[in-house]
């Protein structure tokens, strides 16, 4: 009968307290990095009590953003033959999933994951 010994790969080295594990088993240097921004994956907007719901992608995982009624109006106020406030916000959308994703990079978001464009956060990405 042979022995086996496994060694995790931070046990035949000298590594700092800051190191972390990269998904391979090698220990990679653990360097502030910022935070991956939000990317658009073409999600249906639907609307919602508090306004206008869509999801966009950060790396795997789905995030939710509610853009408020009022970022809605501040960026295209309501006029006869333009639609609805979903029809504006999807006129617009690049510029609420530019606000969402700013917003995010920051970590200003809701326990769980949401993160809310108001009109502060339009006004903030360049409208």
Do not use: C, Y
Request: charged share 25%.
């Amino acid at each position: 009968m042979v022995q086996v010994h496994q060694h995790h790969a931070a046990d035949r080295r000298n590594v700092r307290p800051d190191a972390v594990l990269a998904s391979t088993g090698e220990v990679e240097e653990h360097t502030p990095r910022v935070s991956m921004s939000l990317s658009s994956v073409g999600n249906p907007a639907w609307q919602s009590i508090r306004g206008v719901r869509f999801a966009m992608r950060h790396g795997p995982t789905l995030v939710p953003v509610l853009v408020t009624h009022d970022a809605v109006d501040d960026v295209e106020r309501a006029t006869a033959g333009h639609g609805g406030l979903l029809a504006r916000l999807n006129k617009n959308r690049d510029r609420f999933e530019l606000a969402a994703s700013a917003k995010h990079q920051r970590g200003n978001f809701e326990e769980d994951g949401l993160v809310i464009v108001d009109v502060a956060d339009v006004k903030g990405a360049g409208h």
